[in-house]
């Protein structure tokens, strides 16, 4: 009898994983004892990294995007179709397109995340991200109009993609706007929801200094209620009302609700074992990247380890032997300080980061990592 | 112990910081004024994130009861 691998989303940790796996089953692929299929909703791979540098005019949306055609092993069964219902007990999934039901043997869920902007009343049209593409360009827009002042960072939920983020923005724009001769008519003001401007509080400790030495103003305990797009201002919860020139938010984000519906987790993440990545509610379901509830960060390097993990141990379960890979909360990041410097950390379940000092070798590591992404898809790298 | 009832619970247990706080705040922000909040955590961190961030906000931590392996906080909406 023929095994079936599904794996549900097509960003990191799903192509990778594929690949992997396409790799790792080539006996039992060709023996024509194991099939893998890929279901995505759309027919490109996004590498959403690039969008960071979209507002800054150094990137491109498209330098993002591959068709998963061309990044997915032929072996792969892909499926441009988005799934509508999990059913774990009968182990089968219900799509939008066509009108069979796709039955699986193994399932893995990398769905991913979503933006949520309309859970803050006037976020979607008082505030700008960098977390879509078309936020993306519209903030390119937006700032390079901008000649003078307030310009305010407001990370306005977490758990989000890459915690780094919302620090590179700033430490980029504040960069950026200096080299224009900018940067003494444009304040720079970053909001975090908890007491210190990182959750992870040896990356906190690292930044706050920074900021400091470089004029960005920071505001705490800052959780985002609602915006006035026509005030031009953010009021938080906790009662301080910030006023505005360019509105930049980290918008809530959630999972997709049809995990919720399936029993799997809340908000569509999946309760996982951290170690494992095995669903809690459910036989013969894996989860992984931000769809995996591990507490470990929303980043790429998380999805594309974990899908190593998963790959050893559907290979294991395929051929009868016990799966004894597990995550141990392995995660790399790159940390951009500026236009041309960049940090780097590496931290797992029991060893917390501690950023390099920046330097220019090491934003030059990010951009090369950046162009060889795309081996990382491939299972390459 | 407190004979407090919650009008909504959040168990955060086994999330790393600041998954608890975070979680409490997403309750706030739905409740209504006056309802009470209550979010277990058996993280240490939550010990001093918690009433710092009501203080803050201005709503008031009604009560904090140790358990055997984690916290309870009972945090009333302004």
Same mark, same amino acid.
């Given at each position: 009898?023929?095994?079936?691998?599904?794996?549900?989303?097509?960003?990191?940790?799903?192509?990778?994983?594929?690949?992997?796996?396409?790799?790792?089953?080539?006996?039992?692929?060709?023996?024509?004892?194991?099939?893998?299929?890929?279901?995505?909703?759309?027919?490109?791979?996004?590498?959403?990294?690039?969008?960071?540098?979209?507002?800054?005019?150094?990137?491109?949306?498209?330098?993002?995007?591959?068709?998963?055609?061309?990044?997915?092993? &032929?072996?792969?069964?892909?499926?441009?179709?988005?799934?509508?219902?999990? $059913?774990?007990? !009968? #182990?089968?999934?219900? /799509? =939008? %397109?066509?009108?069979?039901?796709?039955?699986?043997?193994?399932?893995?869920?990398?769905?991913?995340?979503?933006?949520?902007?309309?859970?803050?009343?006037?976020?979607?049209?008082?505030?700008?991200?960098?977390?879509?593409?078309?936020?993306?360009?519209?903030?390119?827009?937006?700032?390079?109009?901008?000649?003078?002042?307030?310009?305010?960072?407001?990370?306005?939920?977490?758990?989000?993609?890459?915690?780094?983020?919302?620090?590179?923005?700033?430490?980029?724009?504040?960069?950026?706007?200096?080299?224009?001769?900018?940067?003494?008519?444009?304040?720079?003001?970053?909001?975090?929801?908890?007491?210190?401007?990182?959750?992870?509080?040896?990356?906190?400790?690292?930044?706050?200094?920074?900021?400091?030495?470089? &004029?960005?103003?920071?505001?705490?305990?800052?959780?985002?209620?609602?915006? $006035?797009?026509? !005030? #031009?201002?953010?009021? /938080? =919860? %906790?009662?301080?009302?910030?006023?505005?020139?360019?509105?930049?938010?980290?918008?809530?984000?959630?999972?997709?609700?049809?995990?919720?519906?399936?029993?799997?987790?809340?908000?569509?993440?999946?309760?996982?074992?951290?170690?494992?990545?095995?669903?809690?509610?459910?036989?013969?379901?894996?989860?992984?990247?931000?769809?995996?509830?591990?507490?470990?960060?929303?980043?790429?390097?998380?999805?594309?380890?974990?899908?190593?993990?998963?790959?050893?141990?559907?290979?294991?379960?395929?051929?009868?032997?016990?799966?004894?890979?597990?995550?141990?909360?392995?995660?790399?990041?790159?940390?951009?300080?500026?236009?041309?410097?960049?940090?780097?950390?590496?931290?797992?379940?029991?060893?917390?980061?501690?950023?390099?000092?920046?330097?220019?070798?090491?934003?030059?590591?990010?951009?090369?990592?950046?162009? !060889?992404?795309?081996?990382?898809?491939?299972?390459?790298? | 112990?407190?004979?407090?009832?919650?009008?909504?619970?959040?168990?955060?247990?086994?999330?790393?910081?600041?998954?608890?706080?975070?979680?409490?705040?997403?309750?706030?922000?739905?409740?209504?004024?006056?309802?009470?909040?209550?979010?277990?955590?058996?993280?240490?961190?939550?010990?001093?994130?918690?009433?710092?961030?009501?203080?803050?906000?201005?709503?008031?931590?009604?009560?904090?009861?140790?358990?055997?392996?984690?916290?309870?906080?009972?945090?009333?909406?302004?």
């Amino acid at each position: 009898m023929t095994e079936h691998v599904v794996i549900v989303g097509g960003g990191t940790g799903g192509s990778v994983l594929a690949n992997d796996l396409a790799d790792r089953l080539e006996p039992e692929l060709d023996a024509g004892d194991v099939r893998i299929t890929l279901i995505n909703d759309d027919a490109d791979h996004v590498y959403k990294p690039v969008w960071l540098y979209v507002p800054f005019g150094q990137r491109e949306p498209d330098d993002g995007r591959r068709p998963l055609e061309d990044l997915v092993d &032929d072996r792969v069964d892909i499926r441009i179709d988005r799934v509508t219902e999990i $059913d774990t007990d !009968a #182990e089968r999934l219900e /799509s =939008m %397109e066509g009108d069979d039901t796709i039955e699986y043997d193994h399932l893995v869920l990398a769905t991913g995340s979503t933006l949520v902007p309309e859970e803050i009343p006037g976020l979607a049209d008082g505030g700008h991200d960098y977390y879509s593409e078309s936020g993306a360009v519209d903030l390119r827009d937006e700032l390079l109009s901008l000649t003078e002042g307030r310009l305010v960072l407001s990370v306005v939920g977490t758990p989000h993609m890459c915690p780094a983020a919302p620090l590179e923005f700033v430490f980029m724009a504040d960069d950026w706007l200096r080299e224009r001769g900018l940067r003494e008519d444009v304040e720079i003001t970053y909001t975090y929801p908890i007491q210190r401007v990182h959750g992870n509080p040896h990356i906190a400790e690292w930044a706050r200094p920074i900021m400091e030495e470089r &004029d960005i103003d920071v505001e705490t305990f800052f959780n985002a209620e609602s915006v $006035d797009p026509e !005030a #031009e201002t953010i009021t /938080s =919860m %906790e009662g301080t009302e910030l006023d505005y020139d360019l509105l930049v938010t980290i918008p809530p984000h959630a999972g997709v609700d049809l995990i919720e519906e399936a029993g799997l987790g809340d908000d569509g993440w999946v309760d996982v074992d951290k170690h494992t990545l095995e669903a809690e509610a459910a036989e013969n379901v894996y989860a992984l990247g931000d769809t995996a509830d591990t507490g470990v960060p929303n980043a790429g390097s998380v999805a594309h380890y974990q899908a190593g993990v998963v790959g050893q141990r559907l290979a294991s379960e395929i051929r009868g032997r016990p799966a004894t890979a597990t995550y141990d909360g392995k995660t790399l990041c790159f940390i951009e300080t500026g236009m041309d410097a960049a940090s780097f950390v590496e931290f797992d379940y029991e060893t917390p980061p501690a950023p390099a000092p920046p330097s220019e070798k090491l934003h030059w590591s990010k951009l090369a990592y950046n162009e !060889a992404y795309w081996l990382t898809a491939r299972g390459l790298l | 112990m407190t004979d407090m009832e919650p009008d909504e619970t959040v168990d955060a247990r086994g999330a790393a910081c600041p998954g608890p706080l975070m979680d409490l705040i997403g309750a706030i922000r739905s409740a209504d004024s006056g309802e009470v909040v209550r979010l277990l955590s058996d993280n240490e961190q939550s010990l001093s994130d918690v009433p710092e961030w009501a203080e803050e906000a201005g709503n008031e931590l009604r009560a904090v009861e140790e358990l055997d392996d984690h916290h309870e906080f009972y945090v009333e909406k302004a």
